[in-house]
């Protein structure tokens, strides 16, 4: 899962941002509503963290930046307007799901799962690709009842490519997905290839399905027979 945090206390985002990780969760921030645009128009986010009350402005316009370009994220309003008017106005813009602060960093998680079950998993926690069935809650990957095991890039990989199944996914949509904005900095993406290989090998060594369909000159994409 890859998310945008749009928090303007630095203590707060700080915090968030540890918490996130050590879920294994990849993380970016913006500070206020001009930085998160400019985020979203350059990378690509499975969602947002949105406050309202940010220093160039209401949150709330972030919402309309997103819904009037179709960009393709999920959002969580996560803010001190905690009055029904302001929850109910949040969700009618089309936010997903609306958190007051302050909240514990496990209902944030858990509130974030929810989203990205609902908009990227078909609401479905057990994913079977085949014979390969993935446990998205315990992060376990198993084919034919038998686990693999497998780095988390790797796990993240697998998930990413599933999440996108309608998609050609190039290097470096995956590598900025997975490695973030330093993706940009990068000499070579040779070691997408190296991970979309370790993953194919464990699989198929295992007897799993091979998933993953290599489109010359453009990139992979999921495909199951």
């Given amino acids: ?82 009055e029904l008017d302001d ?20 209902e944030l998680m858990a509130r974030l799962n929810a989203i990205y079950r609902r908009k990227k998993l078909d609401g479905n926690p057990f994913l079977q690709l085949g014979n390969i069935r993935i446990d998205t809650d315990k992060r376990e990957v198993n084919v034919e009842g038998l686990p693999i095991a497998l780095t988390k890039k790797e796990y993240d990989l697998l998930i990413y490519i599933y999440a996108n199944k309608n998609r050609i996914l190039t290097k470096l949509a995956i590598a900025e997905h997975l490695w973030g904005e330093d993706a940009d900095t ?11 290989k370790n993953l194919r090998k464990k699989i198929m060594n295992a007897g799993g399905n091979d998933f993953i369909k290599t489109v010359y000159g453009s990139g992979y994409k999921y495909s199951v027979e």
């Fill in 87 to 106: 929850r109910v106005e949040g969700l009618n813009l089309g936010a997903d799901d609306y958190i007051t602060k302050p909240y514990f960093m496990t």
């Fill in 186 to 196: 990068l000499g070579s993406l040779d070691f997408v290839y190296q991970h979309i």
């Fill in 1 to 82: 899962m890859k998310v945008l945090l749009t928090e303007d206390n630095l203590d707060l985002q700080k915090n968030i941002l540890t918490y996130l990780q050590n879920e294994g969760v990849m993380c970016e921030c913006a500070e206020n509503i001009k930085q998160c645009q400019d985020r979203l128009v350059a990378y690509e986010y499975d969602i947002i963290i949105l406050d309202r009350m940010l220093p160039d402005g209401d949150g709330i316009e972030i919402i309309e930046f997103i819904k009037s370009r179709n960009i393709p994220t999920g959002i969580l309003i996560a803010s001190a307007k905690n």
